[in-house]
Every structure is written in structure tokens, then in C-alpha cells.
Nanobody
Framework: QVQLVESGGGLVQAGGSLRLSCAAS????????MGWHRHAPGKERELVAT???????NYADSVQGRFTISRDNAKNTVSLQMNSLKPEDTAVYYC?????????????????WGRGTQVTVSS
């Protein structure tokens, strides 16, 4: 059983910073792309940032230059440093992991999601 646990959300004033972290635990054979998504009330869930196992990153236009994604492959963690936060960044942030596990016969690819952490930016 693989679990993703996010931490670091909270309330911050506009212009402030927060750092989100996500730790993966359980029977993981390998982890490929890790990323962060967010879901704001009344909006669809959107991709915020991703990072491959090789360190290649991708960002939504709305956070480019303000957010930085990083990962520690040895610890199976991914982080999101969020600077210059805006009220429109308010959302529940979810960690996502593309991984594989061994079922006794084969290596199976699977997408895992965390439960989310609330980020609220006040104006």
C-alpha cells in the first residue's frame, strides 16, 4: 500500500511564501514523474508543476517564476516552494506520483494521489 502525505499548507498574506512537501511511503518499486495539482472552489483541478526522475520540470503559466518544484529521490519526497503568493493561488494542493509496484509477477504502473493540503492566500 502506497501513501502520499502532504504537509506545509496554511494561511499566508499576499506576497508571502509557503513550502509544501509530499512524502511517499509503502511498497514502491520506482517513482517516475512527481507533481502538484490544485483545486480551487468553482474551478477544475489544474496542474501546477511536475518534475521527472531526471529533474526536468514543467510549470503552469500562472505560477512560472514564482513556484519551484524539487524532489529528493533518496527520500521519495517532492516539494513545492511557493513565493509571491496571490489570492488566486488559494486552493487545495494535491501531490501526485507516477510510480510502479511489484505485484509478485509483474511491475505495474499506477498513479497515486495525496489527500491534499489547503493553501489560503489573503489579500
Amino acid at each position: 500500500q502506497v501513501q502520499l502525505v502532504e504537509s506545509g499548507g496554511g494561511l499566508v498574506q499576499a506576497g508571502g511564501s509557503l513550502r509544501l512537501s509530499c512524502a511517499a511511503s509503502g511498497s514502491i518499486a520506482s517513482i517516475n514523474t512527481m507533481g502538484w495539482h490544485r483545486h480551487a472552489p468553482g474551478k477544475e483541478r489544474e496542474l501546477v508543476a511536475t518534475i521527472t526522475s531526471g529533474g526536468n520540470t514543467n510549470y503552469a503559466d500562472s505560477v512560472q517564476g514564482r513556484f519551484t518544484i524539487s524532489r529528493d529521490n533518496a527520500k521519495n519526497t517532492v516539494s513545492l516552494q511557493m513565493n509571491s503568493l496571490k489570492p488566486e493561488d488559494t486552493a487545495v494542493y494535491y501531490c501526485r506520483m507516477e510510480g510502479t509496484y511489484y505485484n509478485g509477477k509483474f511491475y505495474v504502473a499506477k498513479t497515486y494521489w495525496g489527500r491534499g493540503t489547503q493553501v489560503t492566500v489573503s489579500s
